[in-house]
Structure formats: structure tokens, C-alpha cells
């Protein structure tokens, strides 16, 4: 479980508390959808939750360990996170490369990395010819499917998603959505900042409105 | 008075103070002209509204730099009378303390003379520099820099974090492997920064930027009167400070 | 004579693959047209040949014509072709450059040599008109995506453009953001501009005269014509 106690915070220059006092539980087995208005904080609450910034009062916990004390290496083992900017995320030649990246830094074996690469490049449609394209000249979805499947085939415990679907397609916000049910499912925990009302309808177990 | 504060400067003004300060602090080599300046250019910051506070921290990431510049210095600049003996050896000679002084002191007068110019709006000093008769596309390129340098900045930021998320272990990596490391990760960093640099181009080429040789400006810089005083009496009193230091230099 | 036309335009960028295959368009005057596609079929592409910019600032292979009341766009320099037909990048953040809004939209102008009282003018009534005023001394990179999007859509106008084309005008914005454009977009209508929309997602649709699905370098009326 993630939990969220009492946490405060605001960035440097600014003026206002983005939290103040603010407490939440991520399940794992839950499906969460984050919402709420521009300027709330969707996004500062990703980036506490990586571990990016830190609060300046409370803790966040994960399966019970002050995040505190973690680096981000050690975080990303617990959650992988899909930030909402692909094109920040992308630093490989090729897809192939982008999504073996996570797992070659897991140690795994080399089948296992190639079953895994071709798994996910199935999954998220970039498969044959793009395997091998560059990310950087591709479109806008594009690069965020790139980016979903470099994430989600590291497998981490818990799963962060910061607005995955705004760039992609029907079809693939379906095959995301249905992804994500099941990844909760299988017991592991989702998170996703979204405002797509459908999305969250279909497929969120439950959403948090930040204040 | 509001009009002597510096944020409500002309632009020109203060690039003129910018400019005239850090050539000094080039210029002088004498510690005994370069500590007025430093002392001339501190009171002129605080005096146009900086606060110290403000000052402080700009300053601040450069003292550790300059405290050890001070220390290397002392240590090996040998010339001159001793000053300081230890175990039967000289540790510090009235050479090296100039040597350190010079440095330090030239170093902070250009970070303070900079807090001078940071009291403005980048649009003023494009203006500033058009009016001054600078070509236009100059002005406009080191406009974009200093615009899209904090945006790269930030970029390579995130693409760290994201890398390290992914499992790649920078803080503890072997320095090797840490810079090999900054290498790969900086390539599309480069690499997306000219190619928005190429699309902002074209953007710009489709509003008819160099359409023509010149262009108009819907804004204009006007010296006030209070403008003009300030500049004079800044031109005067450096003069003045120099001049002073200069005797006391030859003095001593 | 359409207020735009485009005639068979095919497109290739260098050592590429043809991405335009025989594009055929006619735009009037207060129409809205959407033309969706899945991601990577070549919408942004589209988007700059439809304003000149391909083949005027990209390399490739171009061969057809697109004409914005009556003039061919390839035969003009971009900065002309803009007073006619001007694009809203995908990605405000490219388009927007000065510091402050009003800045921005002044812009264009400044490049023509405009006069500056008359360029004052014409800067405070696009903002009134989109109602940008209160941010006229914000920085535009500050401002909500949707605002973002509005300021570069007013700046394309203030070179007397006819013909807005936008690239992903909804993507990534939230409800607000998205009602912004709308707006903005039901306003360049009522003037007797043309619009005409890129998206990979059908938001657009309800509110448009007409929806072109693009596969394979080619444009569609009916969605089932389109699919694989």
C-alpha cells in the first residue's frame, strides 16, 4: 500500500500550498483514478510520489518504508511511473532499445528481455518496422505508447500514470484502460492522473478528487 | 522615490551599469581599485531595491568558489613580504592575499553587477538592445537563449529522473560510467532542443519574421528625467570610485 | 473560388516514404472541418502542406497545389502565404516566443513594418475579441494550455489569415482549456474564417460541417472507407 500522511507542500518560489495536511491510501488492487481542477496539484502529486520532490512535512510510505530514505533507483523498483510528457522520457535510438532499457537494468536474463520487448511492442502496437524507428520522430501518440510499454513491461508492483491517454487513440485508450483493470486485478496497484471522463467511468475503481 | 529603484530603470541604463562595472573589474588589477568598485556596486544594488537577502543568495553558490580560489592562492602565490609563519614556514605572503583579493573581488562584482540587470524584463531589454542599434535577429537570438536555456534545463532534469526511475543508478555509478551515462542522456535532449529550435524557426518565418531588413515596434523606450540623472550620477561616482582607488593604489 | 483548395497534393519528406498520397480538399468560408486518423497517418504533415509550410520550409517531395483564395500557397514565401492560411502548432510551447502576450501578438505585424499605433490597435482589439486582455503582460508560456493555444491561434490572425488550421487542438487539455477553444473556434466561424481541425480523437466532430477520416495518405468521407 501507498499511503499519504499528512504531507505539506509548495515549490520554491510559489506563494500558495499545493498540500497542506493532506493524507491518502493507494490499495494495491485498486484501479485510482486523480482528478481535479488545473492548478490542484494532480501533477506535483506524482512527482511526490516518485520521490522527484519531497514534502516539507509528513511522510509517504510504500508497502510500509519512509520514502525518505529512497533514491529514485530505488523507488522506480516499486513504482513505474509514465509522466505526462513522452518526449521527456524518451532517450533510446530505437523503440527496441527504449523498452529493453528498464529491463536490462533489472538484470534479467537475455530471453527474458526479448520475450518481454516483443510482448509489449505487440501489445502497444509498435511491433515491425517501428520497433526499429526512432522515438524522437515519431508522432505524439506514438511516443507515449513507446513510453507505456518501456514502463509497464519493468512489471513494478505499483503503476503511475500521469494523463497516458491524452495523445493516443480510441483504440488504444480501450487496450490501456482494459491493461490497467487488469494489472489491479492481478493485485498490484494503479494510479492515473486523468480528466478523461469516460476513461475514468469505465475503468477507474475509484476516484480521488484533490481539493 | 520609485523612479531610483531599478527595476523601474531604463533597460539602457542599466546595461550601460552592467557593462561599465564588469569592464572595470576586468580592467584594474589592484586590489585597492577593485574593493571601492565592489563596495560602489554592492551599495548600488541594495540601494535600488535589491534586497539583501536577494544579493546574498545570488552571491552564495559562487563564495564556495571563492573561497577556494582565496585558498589555492594564499597557498601558492609566493611573491612579497610574509605575512603568515608556521613551523618555521611561510604559509601566506602579502602577494598571494592580493592574488586571492583580486581574484574574489573581480568575481563578485560581475555576479552583483548581474543582480543589476536581473531587476528587469527580458521584452525591456530586447527593446534596449534594438533601440541601442543591435541587428534585430542578435537581439532576438540571445532573447530565445535566455528563454529556452531554463526550459532545456529543466528537460535534461526530467530525462534524469526518468532514467534513473528506469533503473539506471546515476548518484552511485562509478564517475566513468556516470559520465557516459550524462552523455547518452544528453544526446536527445540535443537532439529535441534543435529540432523545436527548427519548428520555432519555421514559426517564426510564418509570422514574416526577416520578412524584411527592418521592422517596426509596437512598444518604445523613453528616458525619463529621472533616468537620465541616474545615469549621469553613475557615470560620475564610478569615475570618482576608480579615481580614488587609483590614488590610493599608487599611495600604498 | 473556395476559400482554400487542394488539389491532389502529394508529399514525401526526403529519402521517405510517400505520407500524402492524392489529397483533395475544398474549404468555404464558416465552415469546420475535422479530420481525424490514428496516430503516425500523417495529420500534421497534412496540416503543412494545407498552409504552405511544406513545401515552403520543409524538404520533400510536393507535387499538387493548394490555393487560399485563388493564390497558390508554394508559390509564395511563407510569410506570405501566413496572411492566408496559418497554422496552430500541436505544441503551443513551439509557436509562442516573446514574454509577454501582448508582445506575441504584435509580433507579425512589427515583422510587416506596421505602423505602431495602428499595431497597438489592432493588438488590443484581438485581445478584447478573445478576451485576452487582463494577461496582455503575462508570459504566454504561463498561461493554461487552452489559453496558450488561443494566444497562438490570435497571433496567427493578427497577419489577416482566413484560414486557421489546427494541429491536436484538444490534445491534453483539461474541460476548461477545451471550452477556451471551442469558443475561440465558434468565433473564428462567425467571422468567415475556415477551420479546419486535425485530431486523432472525434471531440470536434458535433461541431463540425464536415469529417474526413484519413488513411494511407488519402482522405475519406466515411469511416468504414477509411478502416483497414
Given at each position: 500500500?501507498?499511503?499519504i500522511?499528512?504531507?505539506?507542500?509548495?515549490?520554491?518560489?510559489?506563494?500558495?500550498?499545493?498540500?497542506?495536511?493532506f493524507?491518502?491510501?493507494?490499495?494495491?488492487g485498486?484501479?485510482v483514478?486523480?482528478?481535479?481542477?488545473?492548478?490542484c496539484?494532480?501533477?506535483?502529486?506524482?512527482?511526490?510520489?516518485?520521490?522527484?520532490?519531497?514534502?516539507?512535512?509528513?511522510?509517504i510510505?510504500i508497502d510500509?518504508e519512509?520514502?525518505?530514505?529512497?533514491?529514485?533507483?530505488?523507488?522506480g523498483?516499486?513504482?513505474?511511473?509514465?509522466?505526462?510528457d513522452?518526449a521527456?522520457?524518451?532517450?533510446?535510438?530505437?523503440?527496441?532499445?527504449?523498452?529493453?532499457?528498464?529491463?536490462?537494468n533489472?538484470?534479467?536474463s537475455?530471453d527474458?528481455?526479448?520475450?518481454?520487448t516483443?510482448k509489449?511492442?505487440?501489445?502497444?502496437?509498435?511491433?515491425?518496422k517501428?520497433l526499429?524507428?526512432?522515438?524522437g520522430?515519431?508522432?505524439?501518440?506514438?511516443?507515449?505508447?513507446?513510453?507505456?510499454?518501456?514502463v509497464?513491461?519493468?512489471?513494478t508492483?505499483?503503476?503511475l500514470l500521469?494523463?497516458?491517454?491524452?495523445?493516443?487513440?480510441?483504440?488504444?485508450?480501450?487496450?490501456?484502460?482494459?491493461l490497467?483493470?487488469?494489472?489491479a486485478a492481478?493485485?498490484?496497484?494503479v494510479?492515473?492522473?486523468?480528466?478523461?471522463?469516460?476513461f475514468?467511468?469505465s475503468?477507474?475503481?475509484?476516484?480521488?478528487?484533490?481539493? | 522615490?520609485?523612479s531610483l529603484?531599478?527595476?523601474?530603470l531604463?533597460?539602457?541604463?542599466?546595461l550601460f551599469?552592467?557593462?561599465?562595472?564588469?569592464t572595470?573589474?576586468?580592467?584594474?588589477?589592484?586590489?585597492?581599485?577593485?574593493l571601492?568598485?565592489?563596495?560602489?556596486?554592492?551599495?548600488?544594488?541594495?540601494a535600488g531595491?535589491?534586497?539583501a537577502?536577494?544579493?546574498?543568495?545570488r552571491v552564495r553558490?559562487?563564495?564556495?568558489?571563492?573561497?577556494?580560489?582565496?585558498?589555492?592562492?594564499?597557498?601558492?602565490?609566493?611573491?612579497?613580504?610574509?605575512?603568515l609563519?608556521a613551523?618555521?614556514?611561510?604559509?601566506?605572503?602579502?602577494?598571494?592575499?592580493?592574488?586571492?583579493a583580486?581574484?574574489?573581488?573581480?568575481?563578485?562584482?560581475?555576479?552583483?553587477s548581474a543582480?543589476?540587470?536581473?531587476?528587469?524584463?527580458?521584452r525591456?531589454?530586447?527593446l534596449?538592445?534594438?533601440?541601442?542599434?543591435?541587428?534585430?535577429e542578435?537581439?532576438?537570438m540571445?532573447?530565445?537563449?535566455?528563454?529556452?536555456?531554463?526550459?532545456l534545463?529543466?528537460?535534461a532534469?526530467?530525462?534524469?529522473?526518468?532514467?534513473?526511475m528506469?533503473?539506471?543508478?546515476?548518484?552511485k555509478?562509478?564517475?566513468?560510467?556516470?559520465?557516459?551515462?550524462?552523455?547518452?542522456l544528453?544526446?536527445?535532449?540535443?537532439a529535441g532542443?534543435?529540432?523545436k529550435?527548427?519548428?520555432?524557426a519555421?514559426?517564426?518565418?510564418?509570422?514574416?519574421?526577416?520578412?524584411?531588413?527592418?521592422?517596426?515596434?509596437?512598444?518604445?523606450?523613453?528616458?525619463?528625467?529621472?533616468?537620465w540623472?541616474?545615469f549621469a550620477?553613475?557615470?560620475?561616482?564610478?569615475?570618482a570610485?576608480?579615481?580614488?582607488?587609483v590614488?590610493?593604489?599608487?599611495?600604498? | 473560388?473556395?476559400?482554400?483548395?487542394?488539389?491532389?497534393?502529394?508529399?514525401?519528406?526526403?529519402?521517405?516514404?510517400?505520407?500524402?498520397?492524392g489529397v483533395?480538399?475544398?474549404?468555404?468560408?464558416?465552415?469546420a472541418?475535422?479530420?481525424?486518423?490514428?496516430?503516425g497517418?500523417?495529420?500534421?504533415?497534412?496540416?503543412?502542406c494545407l498552409?504552405?509550410?511544406?513545401p515552403q520550409a520543409?524538404?520533400?517531395?510536393?507535387?499538387g497545389?493548394?490555393?487560399?483564395?485563388?493564390k497558390?500557397?508554394?508559390?509564395?514565401?511563407?510569410?506570405e502565404?501566413?496572411?492566408?492560411?496559418?497554422?496552430?502548432?500541436?505544441?503551443?510551447d513551439?509557436?509562442l516566443?516573446?514574454?509577454?502576450?501582448?508582445d506575441?501578438?504584435?509580433?507579425?505585424?512589427?515583422?510587416?513594418?506596421?505602423?505602431?499605433?495602428?499595431?497597438r490597435?489592432?493588438?488590443?482589439?484581438m485581445?478584447?475579441?478573445?478576451?485576452l486582455t487582463?494577461?496582455a503582460?503575462?508570459?504566454p508560456s504561463?498561461l493554461?494550455?487552452?489559453?496558450?493555444k488561443?494566444?497562438?491561434a490570435?497571433?496567427c490572425?493578427?497577419?489577416?489569415?482566413?484560414?486557421?488550421i489546427?494541429d491536436?487542438?484538444m490534445?491534453?487539455?483539461?474541460?476548461?482549456s477545451?471550452?477556451i477553444?471551442?469558443?475561440?473556434i465558434?468565433?473564428?466561424l462567425?467571422?468567415?474564417c475556415?477551420?479546419?481541425a486535425?485530431?486523432h480523437?472525434?471531440?470536434l466532430?458535433?461541431?463540425?460541417?464536415?469529417?474526413?477520416?484519413?488513411?494511407?495518405g488519402?482522405?475519406?468521407?466515411?469511416?468504414?472507407?477509411?478502416?483497414?
Amino acid at each position: 500500500m501507498i499511503s499519504i500522511e499528512k504531507i505539506a507542500f509548495s515549490y520554491p518560489k510559489a506563494k500558495k500550498l499545493i498540500f497542506k495536511d493532506f493524507s491518502a491510501e493507494f490499495s494495491p488492487g485498486e484501479a485510482v483514478a486523480v482528478t481535479g481542477k488545473n492548478g490542484c496539484g494532480k501533477t506535483t502529486l506524482v512527482r511526490l510520489l516518485t520521490g522527484i520532490e519531497r514534502p516539507s512535512a509528513g511522510r509517504i510510505t510504500i508497502d510500509g518504508e519512509d520514502t525518505a530514505g529512497m533514491d529514485l533507483f530505488e523507488i522506480g523498483r516499486l513504482i513505474g511511473c509514465v509522466f505526462q510528457d513522452p518526449a521527456r522520457q524518451l532517450f533510446c535510438r530505437t523503440v527496441r532499445e527504449e523498452i529493453r532499457f528498464g529491463l536490462e537494468n533489472m538484470g534479467l536474463s537475455e530471453d527474458e528481455i526479448e520475450s518481454k520487448t516483443a510482448k509489449w511492442a505487440e501489445f502497444f502496437r509498435l511491433d515491425g518496422k517501428l520497433l526499429e524507428s526512432f522515438p524522437g520522430t515519431m508522432s505524439g501518440g506514438e511516443k507515449q505508447r513507446v513510453v507505456l510499454a518501456a514502463v509497464l513491461a519493468m512489471g513494478t508492483r505499483y503503476v503511475l500514470l500521469d494523463e497516458p491517454t491524452s495523445s493516443i487513440d480510441m483504440r488504444a485508450r480501450r487496450a490501456l484502460g482494459e491493461l490497467l483493470r487488469d494489472i489491479a486485478a492481478e493485485g498490484r496497484g494503479v494510479i492515473f492522473v486523468s480528466h478523461e471522463r469516460s476513461f475514468i467511468e469505465s475503468f477507474a475503481t475509484r476516484e480521488l478528487v484533490l481539493p | 522615490m520609485s523612479s531610483l529603484r531599478l527595476e523601474n530603470l531604463d533597460a539602457r541604463v542599466k546595461l550601460f551599469m552592467l557593462l561599465a562595472l564588469s569592464t572595470s573589474a576586468v580592467f584594474f588589477r589592484s586590489p585597492k581599485v577593485l574593493l571601492p568598485i565592489f563596495l560602489f556596486t554592492l551599495a548600488l544594488v541594495l540601494a535600488g531595491g535589491v534586497s539583501a537577502r536577494d544579493a546574498f543568495m545570488r552571491v552564495r553558490g559562487a563564495l564556495r568558489l571563492i573561497a577556494s580560489l582565496f585558498i589555492l592562492q594564499c597557498l601558492f602565490n609566493r611573491s612579497g613580504a610574509p605575512l603568515l609563519r608556521a613551523f618555521g614556514a611561510t604559509l601566506i605572503t602579502r602577494g598571494g592575499i592580493a592574488a586571492a583579493a583580486y581574484v574574489a573581488l573581480r568575481l563578485l562584482i560581475v555576479l552583483l553587477s548581474a543582480l543589476i540587470v536581473l531587476t528587469g524584463q527580458r521584452r525591456d531589454y530586447l527593446l534596449a538592445l534594438t533601440q541601442l542599434k543591435a541587428p534585430y535577429e542578435i537581439a532576438f537570438m540571445v532573447m530565445a537563449a535566455l528563454h529556452f536555456l531554463p526550459l532545456l534545463r529543466e528537460q535534461a532534469r526530467d530525462v534524469m529522473n526518468a532514467a534513473q526511475m528506469r533503473g539506471a543508478r546515476i548518484k552511485k555509478a562509478p564517475i566513468v560510467k556516470r559520465l557516459r551515462l550524462y552523455v547518452t542522456l544528453s544526446a536527445p535532449i540535443v537532439a529535441g532542443a534543435v529540432r523545436k529550435s527548427e519548428q520555432t524557426a519555421v514559426a517564426m518565418e510564418a509570422r514574416a519574421f526577416r520578412a524584411y531588413p527592418r521592422r517596426t515596434s509596437m512598444r518604445r523606450l523613453i528616458m525619463k528625467k529621472s533616468d537620465w540623472a541616474v545615469f549621469a550620477a553613475f557615470a560620475v561616482l564610478l569615475a570618482a570610485v576608480i579615481a580614488g582607488g587609483v590614488i590610493w593604489s599608487r599611495a600604498g | 473560388m473556395s476559400l482554400l483548395e487542394a488539389r491532389d497534393i502529394r508529399f514525401a519528406y526526403e529519402g521517405g516514404e510517400e505520407i500524402i498520397s492524392g489529397v483533395s480538399l475544398a474549404v468555404e468560408s464558416g465552415e469546420a472541418i475535422v479530420i481525424t486518423g490514428l496516430s503516425g497517418c500523417g495529420k500534421s504533415t497534412l496540416c503543412r502542406c494545407l498552409c504552405g509550410m511544406i513545401p515552403q520550409a520543409v524538404e520533400g517531395d510536393f507535387s499538387g497545389a493548394v490555393l487560399c483564395l485563388g493564390k497558390n500557397l508554394s508559390d509564395l514565401p511563407l510569410a506570405e502565404s501566413a496572411q492566408l492560411a496559418a497554422l496552430v502548432f500541436q505544441d503551443a510551447d513551439e509557436q509562442l516566443i516573446c514574454s509577454a502576450l501582448e508582445d506575441e501578438l504584435a509580433f507579425g505585424p512589427e515583422n510587416l513594418c506596421a505602423e505602431p499605433s495602428g499595431i497597438r490597435r489592432a493588438v488590443d482589439e484581438m485581445m478584447e475579441r478573445f478576451g485576452l486582455t487582463e494577461m496582455a503582460l503575462r508570459d504566454p508560456s504561463s498561461l493554461s494550455g487552452g489559453q496558450k493555444k488561443l494566444a497562438a491561434a490570435a497571433a496567427c490572425l493578427m497577419l489577416g489569415a482566413r484560414v486557421l488550421i489546427f494541429d491536436e487542438p484538444m490534445a491534453g487539455l483539461d474541460a476548461e482549456s477545451r471550452g477556451i477553444v471551442l469558443a475561440a473556434i465558434e468565433e473564428l466561424l462567425s467571422r468567415g474564417c475556415a477551420v479546419i481541425a486535425v485530431e486523432h480523437d472525434l471531440e470536434l466532430a458535433p461541431y463540425a460541417t464536415r469529417v474526413l477520416y484519413m488513411r494511407g495518405g488519402r482522405l475519406y468521407d466515411a469511416p468504414e472507407e477509411a478502416s483497414p
